[in-house]
């Protein structure tokens, strides 16, 4: 460890949800790990919340400790048709006077979630270095920053565009890939969103959670941009050793080499009826190994399992999937309801495949695990990532419609899993996957890009 900033202490905020926390506490760790500094978890919590971080079980450092705010209700701000977005700025906003509380004893510098950006005037008023964390990929980065400039170019809904959407220096985006905040220009989400772009700017600079092997592209266009952008990934969660006592690791161990699929839609990520019945059949036609991770099917959003992270056995009854299907597979997959412990399923070496909804945690533990994946957005910026994955890195495969618009088809599903596990296209991803993976170990070794980005950033707040 590193010893040069043992005096620090940073406090980060966290707003609620498993994708938000996860990539906070892993900066926590790394700072703490890695260069002796002294780190604070602000995380705003509702009164519905569940303990989440116990959930993760990701063992913390000594020096990270983990500061739950009060529960704040924003039930008088919204209604039942309010959005994730929506919720996630109103509860960091509703919790600004127990975040300028916990300022004490004040910390040298403030990190943010992009959803907090409103507590950066907090740090401007103790005169405290202040960033933005970005728990994404550049190209996401690069639009946030772009966004405010953009809503005044163009005047009309972003999805009725007919041409891709510019971004300086960077892959264009088409309209139907935007995030989710910027498809309604009339709903309360993109007044959010926009307000969150024109507030980065604000900050000392950005982290993102990237590295320049990955986006050598995007990253050389933020170079350019006033605000200094700090690639600083991947950070990702750890295997712990020995955890290998569990009956799901057991059956991995009894498979082949590389010949698993693990499915999962992350912490947040619903599939309606219909949906879960096709994929549910693609992967019994496919005649490939597989772990899903299942959830109850949704009759509303795709993202409406976000503020309801559960462990995993409260819906064992699995009546929703398709007839026969669990006694058909019943040699052949795994199936775990709710939630699953993904990155140690990822690291075993029976694993081939991953299809994802490519959320930027899971696309991280894949990638550097030297996987290759499925792409399958649902909310956020994930329809983005999925393009950035196939499209630019050449790690994924890609259902020939938006998985959000129309329904997959089971034929196209047991094509794209064959395709994948057992194809030459798939070799070629994996390939491309494990090029990565070695990238990825030498960016953050100690003189590699990313490592010495984050020493150059202690030193700035250190010299403040």
């Known amino acids: 460890m590193d010893s040069s900033w043992a005096n620090l202490h940073v406090a980060i905020l966290s707003s609620p949800g498993m994708g938000h926390l996860i990539p906070v506490l892993l900066l926590g760790n790394r700072l703490a790990t890695q260069h002796g500094v002294r780190v604070s978890v602000l995380l705003v919590t509702t009164a519905a919340s569940p303990p989440v971080w116990e959930l993760l079980k990701l063992p913390l450092h000594p020096l990270v400790q983990i500061l739950e705010l009060p529960p704040v209700d924003i039930s008088h701000l919204i209604d039942s048709s309010a959005k994730v977005v929506t919720q996630l700025c109103l509860m960091v906003r509703e919790s600004l006077p127990s975040i300028r509380a916990a300022m004490d004893p004040r910390p040298h510098a403030l990190f943010v ?54 971004i300086p220096g960077c892959k264009p985006v088409r309209p139907e890939d935007l995030v989710d905040p910027m ?46 952008v700090h690639p600083i990934g991947p950070l990702t969660r750890e295997v712990e050793p020995g955890n290998r006592d569990s009956d799901l690791v057991r059956w991995l161990d009894r498979q082949p080499h590389e010949s698993v699929v693990l499915v999962s839609f992350g912490s947040g990520g619903v599939l309606s009826q219909q949906q879960m019945t096709e994929l549910a059949w693609g992967l019994e036609l496919s005649r490939q190994r597989f772990i899903w991770v299942v959830r109850h099917p949704t009759q509303g959003a795709v993202d409406d399992a976000f503020f309801r992270v559960t462990n995993g056995h409260d819906d064992a009854t699995l009546d929703y999937l398709p007839q026969g299907f669990l ?138």
């Open 113 to 166: 979630d992009h959803f907090g950006t409103d507590a950066l005037h907090i740090a401007a008023e103790f005169n405290m270095p202040n960033y933005v964390y970005i728990p994404s990929n550049a190209w996401f980065t690069a639009l946030l920053l772009h966004s405010p400039l953009l809503h005044q170019q163009i005047p009309g809904d972003y999805v009725d565009q007919t041409d891709p959407i510019q």
């Open 327 to 464: 006694s058909r597979t019943q040699n052949l997959g795994l199936l775990v309801p709710n939630w699953a412990p993904q990155a140690e399923i990822l690291s075993h070496p029976a694993v081939g495949g991953f299809l994802s909804h490519c959320g930027w945690n899971s696309t991280l533990e894949g990638i550097t695990n030297g996987l290759p994946l499925i792409a399958w957005p649902l909310y956020a910026e994930q329809k983005m990532n999925a393009a950035l994955l196939a499209e630019e890195v050449g790690v994924a495969l890609r259902p020939r419609a938006l998985p959000t618009s129309q329904v997959v088809g089971r034929e196209e599903i047991e094509m794209m899993v064959r395709a994948l596990m057992e194809g030459e296209q798939g070799r070629r991803l994996r390939g491309k996957a494990r090029q990565l993976r070695m990238t990825a170990v030498e960016a953050l070794k100690v003189g590699g890009p990313s490592h010495t980005t984050l020493c150059d950033l202690l030193a700035n707040i250190s010299s403040t």
């Open 183 to 228: 498809l309604d220009r009339k709903d309360q989400q993109y007044q959010e969103y926009l307000k969150v772009c024109t507030n980065i700017p604000l900050c000392d600079g950005v982290l993102i959670n990237s590295w320049k092997d990955l986006e050598p592209k995007t990253i050389q266009a933020l170079a350019e941009n006033r605000i200094p």
